[in-house]
């Protein structure tokens, strides 16, 4: 059995075969398709966040908004580059956005990728503290972030206050309980995957990660995922950790799909340079009729390894067809393999 949910990179684009051609049909259709997907019985929502791009960046007033139209489905992001957050604020965000959810949110984290713009964190206010990198920035912003939500008092109370305040230290309000327990760190490596592992975090492994043995993507996925778990019970951590990995599938069922992804295209893995000096695998995507889709994601080991699936939809295709997306992996492919 695995949840199966979407991941919605959120385009939007001017040109007249998008359906989402500004911010606001981005936003409003992602709600749309969260409320579609909960219908059709999909277990999560899930938000890519990119800044100075015509993407969604921004996520906790979409998530709230989410939380606040649906009643079941998990609710998360995959990744929150983490160089661009202050993580004290962003405790509160997301605090309050889980609240209004009703304790639903799953937060994808991460010290970040390549963005648009040059070093953009700086222009959000933030830069590496003196021998640091801007990826131990993010992750130093992460670990903030991950402790704080533990809740407890960390700062002195002012003896005259405009309110009265509980006794000792004061922490960040508002508190949600059981948020920390639903934080993933999306991983690039092995060693960042075992990282998080020691810290008790949730693991996301997306389609591409960096290329350590020249073996399939697949199978440098499942390696990463069996030294994560690992990792997170040597660390002593109790809870049972989630893992989740990402993948592009379509099943094709009608000559509109044909048009759309019946070229063949996604047919392997590619190797790619995301980062000057990383050398980067990616994952190969899945195109076929709902048979032949079966045959092939049995041998994906990445997939067999992971307890939560992520399908990555064409969000400028718009909700009715993304949500048919959706269901067909749901009706067509995901019983036959076992994960319904």
């Known amino acids: 059995m695995k949840k199966i949910g979407f991941l919605s990179f959120g385009h939007w684009s001017p040109s007249p075969h998008s359906q989402t051609r500004s911010a606001a049909d981005t936003l409003l259709q992602s709600i749309d398709l969260a409320v579609a997907a909960e219908e059709l019985g999909a277990d999560g929502a899930y938000f890519r966040v990119h800044h100075f791009a015509r993407q969604l960046a921004s996520p906790f007033p979409l998530l709230a908004a989410v939380g606040a139209k649906t009643s079941t489905i998990e609710i998360g992001t995959a990744v929150i580059d983490m160089r661009y957050e202050n993580p004290l604020y962003m405790v509160e965000d997301a605090s309050a956005a889980d609240l209004i959810a009703g304790g639903r949110l799953q937060l994808g984290i991460s010290r970040g990728s390549p963005e648009q713009v040059i070093d953009g964190w700086r222009y959000f206010g933030y830069q590496p503290a003196e021998g640091e990198t801007d990826a131990d920035m993010g992750r130093r912003h992460g670990e903030v972030f991950y402790d704080m939500l533990k809740g407890k008092g960390f700062a002195q109370p002012n003896p005259r206050p405009m309110f009265p305040n509980p006794p000792g230290l004061l922490r960040i309000e508002p508190h949600s309980e059981g948020l920390r327990d639903r934080i993933w760190w999306g991983a690039a490596s092995n060693a960042t995957a075992q990282w998080a592992g020691k810290l008790g975090m949730n693991l996301q492994s997306s389609t591409l990660k960096k290329n350590e043995t020249n073996e399939p993507f697949h199978v440098q996925q499942a390696k990463q995922i069996r030294l994560y778990r690992e990792a997170y019970k040597e660390a002593g951590h109790t809870r049972t950790p989630r893992v989740s990995v990402s993948r592009s599938i379509f099943a094709l069922m009608n000559d509109r799909d044909r048009d759309y992804f019946g070229n063949g295209s996604d047919a392997g893995d590619q190797i790619g340079f995301i980062e000057a000096d990383m050398q980067a695998i990616f994952g190969r995507g899945y195109t076929a009729e709902p048979d032949k889709l079966i045959e092939q994601?049995?041998?994906?080991?990445?997939?067999?390894?992971?307890?939560?699936?992520?399908?990555?939809?064409?969000?400028?295709?718009?909700?009715?067809?993304n949500a048919n997306v959706i269901e067909s992996i749901l009706k067509h492919v995901a019983p036959a393999l076992g994960w319904r």
């Open 297 to 321: 994601l049995k041998a994906d080991e990445g997939i067999a390894e992971a307890d939560t699936l992520l399908l990555t939809v064409p969000n400028q295709l718009g909700v009715d067809y």
